[in-house]
């Protein structure tokens, strides 16, 4: 595997190159979710430590592959033209009490607003159904608007307005029947 120098003394995989242009017309049928291979969450680490908020938090590599670790039961990875182009977390249970919580929801930077958000979402909510949850809920960042109005244009609603734990800021807490 490939190695780059990001900052000194922290080591990310590089992503393969896939040309957004060369993504198909139908991604519904070109996306393949599965669950994530071990060779996967060094690839899941360093999309992670290299997307916002964990990019902006400073979050390392190391602590990304910690975190993914401990939610990789939950996690399910998108793969188009079998190069990984990102993952969803969706948990039976969080801050919502009987929803599906998705904790996490992230596109490779070079691939996005070419709708594998919309795909991993979708792929969220089915998880949510075969739970057997009519609810799924979410928390995001109310300076992040073109999250907000990702989740909006999706059916979110915003339920309440809660402090992070982590960083102590406000987060909109949405959810969405399904």
């Keep these: 595997m490939t190695m780059k120098q990001v900052d000194p003394g922290t080591e990310v995989s590089a992503m393969p190159v896939l040309d957004p242009s060369s993504l198909p017309n139908d991604l519904n049928s070109a996306v393949k979710v599965a669950n994530p291979t071990d060779e ?11 997307s916002d908020p964990w990019k902006s938090r400073g979050e390392s590599q190391e602590e990304s592959l910690k975190a993914l670790t401990q939610l990789r039961p939950f996690t399910h990875v998108a793969r188009v033209q079998n190069q990984l182009v990102g993952y969803i977390t969706v948990e039976r249970d969080g801050p919502v009490p009987g929803a599906a919580y998705m904790r996490n929801i992230v596109v490779r930077p070079d691939l ?6 919309t795909v991993l979402l979708n792929h969220a909510i089915q998880t949510a159904r075969d739970m057997y949850r009519k609810t799924i809920a979410l928390r ?6 073109p999250a907000v109005s990702f989740y909006r244009k999706a059916g979110f609603t915003t339920v309440a307005t809660v402090v992070s734990k982590k ?8 959810s969405r029947e399904l």
């Excluded at 996005?112 to 958000?117: D, S, T």
Aim: positive net charge; hydrophobic residues 40%.
């Design 167 to 174: 960083s102590g800021k406000l987060r909109l807490l949405m």
């Design 140 to 145: 995001v960042d109310p300076a992040n608007g």
């Design 40 to 50: 996967d969450m060094s690839v899941l680490a360093s999309l992670r430590a290299n």
């Design 112 to 117: 996005r607003k070419h709708g594998l958000g």
